[in-house]
């Protein structure tokens, strides 16, 4: 029995951090929506009770730090199967991007295991599993577009925002989510986006009052850390991008533009400048 799975990025079309908890994670408040760039996931039964993962990508771990592993051992444990499993990663979202790619695995692990072994796992309890993983595996089991709250888990569903494109530059640095959280002063941001504010434009479908709701409270702390990611925003608004964000804690940048007629100049112009780029579809 083998399976395949699709495990899309996601990008934040805003993310504000309201303060540091008690527990040491961040309250926040983010706006997340996937776009059409997704790593694959071939699940398929093995003898005896090992956990498999291999990847075409030489830079990931292959072990239990895995989080796709993390979700396969995960839901092994909880319903006692007693079954190998290998699941090969076809990589193809950037890591250390702030795209959620690991995450994102783990919600196509948990997916497919629940079909592979027709568990029928109840949501609520998808969403427990996930959030065990990582605070942003919950938005990646349900997809779509979403209001994040809590520390990420908690989630309302919004309708999808009008379709448009997204470039996403990667400049050639890996930058850690905790590294970035660490640096951030809750009590010192100046300006926090507001999340009613992108939540009422996607309702109204109004492209350019999302692209000027866009904000992100963590770019002050990559930006600062890192010049070539703000370079590449300025460079990707010189080139006409409609609406440009860092996504998550970076160092990926991205644009949405709503004319196909402008994708090709703007994406060819950031090729001079960074070696991974991407044109896609928000997925609607
Ligand atoms: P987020 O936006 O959720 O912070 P990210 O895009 O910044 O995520 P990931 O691509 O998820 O970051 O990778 C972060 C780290 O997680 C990597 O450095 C890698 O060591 C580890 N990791 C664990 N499992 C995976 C996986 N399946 N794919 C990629 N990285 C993984």
Partial sequence: MKL???????????????????????????????????????????????????????????????LAYQAASKIKERYGIRQGVHIHIDKQIPVAAGLAGGSSDAAAALRGLNRLWKLDIPHEDMMELGASIGSDVPFCITGGTALATGRGERLTPLPSPPDCWVILAKPPINVSTAGVYGRLRADQIKQHPSA??????????????????????????????????QQLKQTMQQLGADGVLMSGSGPTVFGLVSK???????????????????????LT
Avoid: W
Wanted: proline fraction near 4%; aromatic fraction near 6%.
């Fill in 4 to 66: 395949y799975e699709k495990a899309p990025a996601k990008i934040n079309l805003m993310l504000d951090v309201l303060h540091k908890r008690p527990d040491g994670y961040h309250e926040v408040e983010m706006i997340m929506t996937m776009v059409d760039l997704a790593d694959r996931l071939t699940i398929t039964e093995l003898p005896g009770h090992t956990i498999k993962i291999s990847s075409q990508a030489g830079y990931i771990p292959l072990d239990d730090k895995n």
């Fill in 196 to 229: 009613a504010a992108m939540q009422q434009a996607i309702e109204q479908q109004s492209f350019e009052a999302i692209c000027s709701g866009l904000g992100n409270v963590l770019e002050d702390v990559t930006l600062s850390h890192y010049p070539e990611v």
């Fill in 260 to 282: 196909e007629s402008k994708v090709a100049r703007i994406y060819n112009g950031l090729r001079g400048f960074c070696h991974e780029v991407y044109a896609v579809r928000m």
